[in-house]
T-cell receptor
Framework: GNSVTQMEGPVTLSEEAFLTINCTYTATGYPSLFWYVQYPGEGLQLLLKATKADDKGSNKGFEATYRKETTSFHLEKGSVQVSDSAVYFCALSHAGRRALTFGSGTRLQVQP | EAGVTQFPSHSVIEKGQTVTLRCDPISGHDNLYWYRRVMGKEIKFLLHFVKESKQDESGMPNNRFLAERTGGTYSTLKVQPAELEDSGVYFC???????????????FGEGSRLTVL
């Protein structure tokens, strides 16, 4: 079946540091890939997505590229801010099934 | 526009008791989903409604869980009787029906935290 594997957290960085959160997936065919973020006290919200191989999703300075050859969708940001502290979830959805498959989440803590 | 709302935000019950969680989706969203996150692990799919019909309930763990969506508006998830392993955060999400496309954007509520003692 489909699965998503994320690097374990927590990840603690200083402000303006470079961020990478690794995500790999297992799925047949060509799933769509997503990053969701959950800020403290809020529900999950879509951060970015990519629907086909080599697509790059981007939003709020975050980027992730759909790599079919390595089955990966790593999240990156060049310079993190304290306000980026949150839990980040990688997810996939497969054509014909609208339910998302999530990873276990990675908590990011950015210190001033 | 109001987002997805869930109630209660936190419930503490004893093993064997019953709890009912409620979700109000965004108005006009036909698709409603329930997910659960246990002990910091992955968020797992429970079931999917399209209007009042259960489209996919393959993630429901056992028959102690009952989900309903009367009239295709709000939904309830009842756990009866609750067990210790049911503790976790229950998320509800909704989405518009994109007519077969697969945008994957779900709008989530803040979750209902259930603690079973």
């Amino acid at each position: 079946g489909n699965s998503v594997t994320q690097m374990e957290g927590p990840v603690t960085l200083s402000e303006e540091a470079f961020l990478t959160i690794n995500c790999t997936y297992t799925a047949t065919g060509y799933p769509s890939l997503f990053w969701y973020v959950q800020y403290p006290g809020e529900g999950l919200q879509l951060l970015l997505k990519a629907t086909k191989a080599d697509d790059k999703g981007s939003n709020k300075g975050f980027e992730a590229t759909y790599r079919k050859e390595t089955t990966s969708f790593h999240l990156e940001k060049g310079s993190v801010q304290v306000s980026d502290s949150a839990v980040y979830f990688c997810a996939l959805s497969h054509a014909g099934r609208r339910a998302l498959t999530f990873g276990s989440g990675t908590r990011l803590q950015v210190q001033p | 526009e109001a987002g997805v709302t869930q109630f209660p935000s936190h419930s503490v019950i004893e093993k064997g008791q019953t709890v009912t969680l409620r979700c109000d989706p965004i108005s006009g969203h036909d698709n409603l989903y329930w997910y659960r996150r246990v002990m910091g692990k992955e968020i797992k799919f429970l079931l999917h409604f399209v209007k009042e019909s259960k489209q996919d309930e393959s993630g429901m763990p056992n028959n102690r869980f009952l989900a309903e969506r009367t009239g295709g508006t709000y939904s309830t998830l009842k756990v009866q009787p609750a067990e210790l392993e049911d503790s976790g955060v229950y998320f509800c999400a909704s989405s518009q029906d994109p007519g077969g496309s697969n945008t994957g954007e779900l709008f989530f509520g803040e979750g209902s935290r259930l603690t079973v003692l």
